[in-house]
């Protein structure tokens, strides 16, 4: 009878553990760095915006093409940035939980960190400006117009954020 009990709460506990790990594993990812982001994850996001975004601005076969690889081509070279940043993001993990704290070495991955978000968002900038330039004027046009429209839906949330919006503004209590 004592076995019997033994071995269901063994079994128990390997199915907790296999379940934990498994989302452990899931939350993590293995793609861009970010929570709950695998590659397949990010390949089939991209996709979907690309694939909603030609709909939307009505692009052509072949601008879809060209949007295709250029936002390629750009993900591969800010794919070694992406891996610093990532390295220097573990790094700061390890110097803030150091005994006693090292005011320098946390100072100096900051800054490291800041550098790297910086040339991170100057590669999107100059990415989305070749994106920019195969849109014809009327695409343009309208790809402005919807554009607060995106910014009142989606608002200023994580990145690693899923799930609906922030929804309707709180107003103001006077």
């Keep these: 009878m004592k076995s019997n009990f033994t071995t269901?709460?063994?079994?128990?506990?390997l199915a907790i553990g296999g379940t934990?790990?498994?989302?452990?594993?899931?939350?993590?990812?293995?793609?861009?760095?970010?929570?709950?982001?695998?590659?397949?994850?990010?390949?089939?996001?991209?996709?979907?915006?690309?694939?909603?975004?030609?709909q939307?601005?009505?692009l052509t076969t072949d601008q879809q093409q060209q949007i295709k690889?250029?936002?390629?081509?750009?993900?591969?070279?800010?794919r070694p940035i992406?891996?610093?940043?990532?390295?220097?993001?573990?790094?700061m993990r390890a110097a803030a939980a150091a005994e006693p704290i090292n005011r320098e070495s946390i100072r100096s991955l900051a800054i490291e960190g800041g550098k790297l978000k910086a040339e991170l968002m100057i590669s999107r900038v100059e990415t989305r400006k070749q994106v920019e330039a195969l849109l014809t004027p009327d695409q343009r046009a309208l790809k402005e117009k919807i554009r607060p429209l995106?910014?009142?839906?989606?608002?200023?949330?994580?990145?690693?954020?899923h799930g609906p919006g922030p929804g309707p503004a709180e107003p103001a209590d006077s």
């Design 20 to 54: 934990l790990a498994s989302k452990a594993l899931a939350f993590h990812g293995d793609g861009d760095g970010r929570p709950g982001h695998s590659r397949e994850f990010s390949a089939k996001q991209h996709r979907g915006r690309l694939e909603a975004m030609a």
């Design 56 to 58: 939307v601005l009505d």
């Design 150 to 161: 995106l910014k009142q839906r989606f608002g200023k949330r994580p990145m690693y954020h």
């Design 69 to 78: 690889a250029i936002l390629a081509t750009n993900r591969e070279a800010n």
């Design 8 to 13: 269901a709460v063994l079994i128990i506990m």
């Design 82 to 91: 992406r891996e610093q940043l990532r390295d220097n993001k573990r790094a």
